[in-house]
Every structure is written in C-alpha cells, then in structure tokens.
C-alpha cells in the first residue's frame, strides 16, 4: 500500500529536463528517490533506494555517465535521466 495519494503516484516527464545541473547523474536520482521516501523514512527504505537507482542505472544504460554532471551531459543522456526519475515512483 502506497503513502501517496494516487495524483503523487503519476510519473510527469517534460518536454525539458528538469534536472539538478550541480549534480551529478547518480546524485540527481538518488535525490529524487529520497524525496518520494519522504522525511520519516528508515534505513531500510533509503538502502532499497539506493538499489533501485544502481538498478535503474544499469537497465536504462546510465551506469557509465553516473558520476558525469548533468551540464555536462548530452541531451539524449538528460533525457534519459528525466525519463527514469518519472518512473521511479513506479506510476499507475
């Protein structure tokens, strides 16, 4: 059973990334990833985050750009990026 009410449960993917560009690749999932957690979370839940953003990296082919800053990055990379932070909160 999800926290979310089921308007938080969609994925949104823009037509412009809207990506953290001081972060890297890595950073800007896991960010994302903490913040669907929320502030009560536990160890647990912010461990489980940190594996679903390496498994992500690896199925969505990003693992090489993980530590490469997001203004560094070409544009099918960034969309990529934003293409996995709306799947991650595992949208209906």
């Not at 999932?29 to 979370?41: I, K, M, N, P, T």
């Not at 490469?68 to 709306?86: D, E, H, M, P, Y």
Request: net charge positive.
């Amino acid at each position: 059973i999800s926290p979310w009410p089921d308007a938080l449960r969609r994925g949104y993917l823009g037509q412009h990334a809207m990506l953290y560009r001081d972060l890297n690749v890595e950073e800007n999932l896991e960010l994302s990833s903490a913040v669907r957690a929320g502030r009560g979370s536990t160890a647990n839940m912010k461990l489980a985050a940190k594996e679903s953003v390496t498994e992500l990296l690896a199925e969505f082919s990003l693992e090489q750009f993980k530590h490469t800053l997001i203004r560094n990055c070409s544009q099918g990379v960034k969309r990529r990026v934003s293409l996995v932070r709306a799947l991650m909160g595992e949208p209906q």
